[in-house]
């Protein structure tokens, strides 16, 4: 089976999140269920530098406002097609914005110019590719299941999969005239959003199937609390939504060979963590001492409960914790953090950024880790952090929920536990899980308990995978029957 994947982004070349993650990770696993699939990726700077340009396979005189071409390309173990647009993407900055943070302007052109090389390629424009389904991934994909649905390729089977519905890719109705597609779009049922163009309703109306990346999350967004406004569209499209819980690459997450550990382990040498831990004390300049090592691999925003945090951070440090974080984003938080370490020296360090190597040691040498997030489609760090034995505290909503299972006492005492769970989103009840998390600490034998049920979980693709798999097939045979 032939499968086109459309992605902004994809690990280990460019990378803002864990859809990079999954980007990166699921044509491997798809590798070895039988299923091909190609990535269709913006020749962003890092992108461009990973191969070296051939023929291309599609060339493009004028794609909105330049030359482009389509090249095919092998790096990090994936089969690439990359977009090679310089107007568009050779940007010093992010894949979305520059240097500061703030969004590039033409954002609209530039994806809307990836979703129709997407559709180009899903309709058979490059000689001897011809997909059998087209997978988009997020909003900047979405418009590939547009211009598939208007003209380009009506008849291939896609998949909609939406990490995070919070982004959504609406922009003012002036730009639609420059989109090249017909006036017939410009509906209710096509690209119209409240009055503006929407990528992802676009997408999530013209695909043959919705995935959201974990079963609750599909659940919570056709309510009105996290449907973002599209709840209706999705309850309408329920029969054609399904949850697929992500996994992770359990190669380059494996505390048995990572090498940004100082010292890698296993579960049955978990004593080895601890230089691990006295790694992390000195990255983040924390006390030496017998205490819990909290840490938040993050982006700092309100959706991730941030704030939350920082209401309870002193309680948690006056009960002998400690806190080391990595993020960046929201500068209020930011901040908050920073003066929380400056108030609480030796107990609380923040390294403000994106760091893959340091995210890998505080998963292999920290106690446990943070997720209180408001809302949470997946969640990947609470799989690494059960992966390497860094125990998740994590909100009860989305992928969190999905995957982690409380210690209650029942679950303690029948070995099944692997982390803490708490609900509400309030301070009081996140403030409760971490002392729950404090006290199970205080026993080394319970501790061990969860730490060792966390790494026998599967967390890895396969079962996903087998899921996307399932998916796929039953598309392309509902098409055929068509």
Not at 50 to 68: E, V
Request: proline residues 5%.
């Amino acid at each position: 089976m032939q499968v086109l994947s459309v992605t902004p982004e994809i690990f280990p070349l460019v990378k803002t999140g864990g859809l990079a993650d999954v980007a990166g990770a699921l044509p491997l696993a798809l590798a070895g269920q039988g299923v091909a699939m190609r990535s269709l990726v913006p020749g962003y700077p890092s992108v461009m530098a990973a191969f070296n340009k051939k023929k291309p396979l599609l060339a493009y005189p004028d794609l909105h406002g330049g030359r482009a071409a389509v090249y095919a390309a092998h790096a990090a173990g994936l089969d690439l097609l990359v977009l090679d647009a310089p107007h568009l993407f050779e940007r010093i900055g992010g894949p979305y914005g520059d240097a500061t943070g703030a969004d590039w302007p033409d954002n609209w052109r530039r994806f809307a110019a990836l979703g129709l090389v997407g559709a180009d390629l899903a309709g058979g424009k490059a000689a001897g590719y011809s997909p059998d389904i087209v997978h988009a991934h997020d909003w900047q994909a979405a418009m590939t299941l547009a211009y598939m649905r208007y003209g380009r390729a009506p008849s291939v089977p896609s998949v909609m999969t939406v990490h995070n519905l919070a982004f959504q890719g609406s922009f003012p109705a002036g730009i639609f005239p420059q989109l090249g597609l017909p006036d017939s779009a410009m509906t209710l049922d096509g690209v119209e959003y409240y009055g503006g163009v929407g990528f992802l309703k676009a997408g999530l109306q013209a695909a043959s199937a919705i995935t959201t990346v974990s079963p609750t999350y599909a659940q919570e967004i056709r309510t009105p609390a996290f449907g973002m406004g599209l709840d209706g569209l999705i309850n309408l499209r329920a029969g054609d939504l399904h949850g697929i819980v992500n996994g992770i690459d359990v190669e380059i997450w494996n505390p048995e060979t990572d090498r940004h550990l100082a010292a890698t382990y296993s579960a049955e040498t978990l004593t080895a963590r601890a230089a691990n831990k006295r790694a992390v004390e000195e990255r983040f300049n924390l006390d030496h001492d017998a205490g819990p090592i909290f840490c938040v691999v993050s982006r700092l925003s309100w959706q991730k409960g941030l704030d939350v945090l920082i209401s309870i951070l002193d309680q948690i440090i006056a009960g002998g914790g400690r806190l080391a974080v990595l993020g960046s984003g929201d500068q209020g938080l930011e901040g908050a953090l920073l003066a929380a370490a400056a108030r609480h020296r030796g107990r609380v360090g923040v390294v403000t950024g994106y760091d893959e190597a340091l995210s890998h040691l505080m998963q292999g040498g920290c106690d446990a880790i943070l997720v209180p997030s408001r809302f949470e489609p997946c969640g990947l760090t609470q799989l690494y952090g059960l992966r390497y034995g860094c125990v998740p505290i994590v909100a009860r909503t989305g992928g969190l929920a999905d995957t982690i299972i409380d210690a209650n006492e029942a679950a303690i005492s029948a070995s099944v536990a692997t982390g803490f769970q708490f609900a509400p989103e309030s301070g009081d009840a996140f403030l409760h899980a971490v002392r729950r998390a404090m006290h199970a600490y205080a026993d080394p034998t319970v501790w061990q308990s969860l730490q060792l049920q966390g790494m026998k979980a599967d967390v890895s693709w396969d079962r996903s995978a087998a899921k996307y798999v399932e998916l796929y097939n039953s598309l392309i045979l509902k098409q055929t029957a068509d």
